[in-house]
């Protein structure tokens, strides 16, 4: 997020919504809803809800794979482990398994903001845990993997057509398939917005469990996989979730996997891991942090904040100079969305 926000050209404005992702991600679905306001300023994104990030990634998946097949017997079945919180990375996994690539089912990894893996594990799509004790806490809850701290995944929704789509297929396959899907897909993302969960039928689990599975990690259990790892020179909190889950489950791994991580290294989660590591003997921060890091740190920034209840008010920027102009909706977190 830093490195967003020391961009001083004239077009470029970084929007800090007082909120969380989810509310940056509502003022950026609600303004590409307004039909008149995304014909007028040419509106794009360039996060995951971008169908066209979605399709690139792919390539990623494609990729990895035949590299890591080729070090493999000809029978071995391939997994992939994916940390995610707006479900994009994993998707774009899934539409790869779905055109070709021959994988076992694909492992959701989630963090105490686990909405997935609950929806996973009991049917429930619930932005508050109905069975936890801790039901009164409404929101997210910040962690080490803030990129992850969401309860409203844009992709997920995506995710959920084609398994309306099959379900439709196999319980009621006349008319409209696709129409029936579209408005199936509208009654659950409209019961998230007006009570906070939906219940899908069985028939709509089972297909999920079909190709995904999902499990949950917390802080103390990365902090301690940080220890595991200390002689990776670039331990990451998404990456270690992998770790994490491969100790926490009883089940056998005979499946070669591979986790997915963002393309970032310590800085990314620098507090994170300065935490875990505090008092390690040899451990220097410091000293495995770029030169460019640290000289980031103390740049100039320039931000403007604004609440998240702020959807449709106007925003003062000067691009009176520019036909053009570029805006990032942040959120606290170094979470970049738009």
């Excluded at 409209?190 to 028939?203: A, L, T």
């Excluded at 106007?314 to 979470?335: K, N, R």
């Amino acid at each position: 997020m830093k490195l967003k926000t020391t961009v001083t050209d004239d077009n470029v404005h970084n929007l800090a919504v007082k909120g969380t992702f989810d509310d940056c991600q509502d003022i950026v679905k609600a303004l590409f809803a307004d039909t008149a306001f995304n014909a007028k300023h040419h509106l794009v994104a360039v996060n995951s809800v971008k169908w066209a990030r979605i399709l690139a990634q792919t390539v990623y998946y494609f990729l990895s794979y035949f590299a890591i097949r080729r070090t493999l017997p000809t029978d071995a079945k391939l997994q992939f482990i994916v940390p995610t919180g707006n479900f994009g990375n994993i998707l774009t996994d899934y539409y790869a398994k779905r055109m070709v690539l021959r994988m076992v089912k694909l492992v959701i990894a989630t963090n105490a903001n686990d909405i997935l893996t609950r929806f996973w594990k009991t049917v429930r799509y619930e932005k508050v845990d109905s069975d936890s004790s801790l039901a009164a806490v409404v929101g997210v809850v910040e962690i080490l993997s803030p990129v992850m701290d969401i309860l409203a995944s844009s992709n997920f929704e995506r995710l959920l057509w084609y398994l309306a789509f099959e379900d439709v297929q196999n319980t009621n396959p006349r008319g409209d398939l696709r129409e029936k899907a579209c408005q199936t897909v509208k009654v659950w993302m409209d019961s998230v917005k007006s009570v906070g969960r939906i219940v899908v039928p069985d028939s709509v689990l089972e297909l999920a469990r079909r190709d995904f599975t999902a499990e949950r990690v917390n802080d103390k259990q990365e902090y301690t996989q940080i220890h595991h790892t200390i002689l990776d020179p670039t331990p990451q909190t998404h990456t270690l979730q992998w770790g994490c889950m491969s100790q926490a489950s009883s089940r056998p791994h005979p499946t070669p996997s591979k986790s997915s991580s963002p393309p970032h290294t310590l800085q990314k989660f620098s507090e994170a891991v300065s935490s875990a590591l505090d008092g390690v003997p040899g451990f220097d921060f410091d000293a495995v942090l770029p030169k460019a890091f640290k000289t980031l740190l103390t740049m100039e920034r320039r931000v403007i904040e604004v609440e998240s209840f702020a959807i449709g008010s106007e925003v003062e920027v000067d691009h009176s100079s520019t036909s053009a102009f570029i805006v990032f909706i942040l959120a606290p977190t170094p979470t970049l969305l738009c």
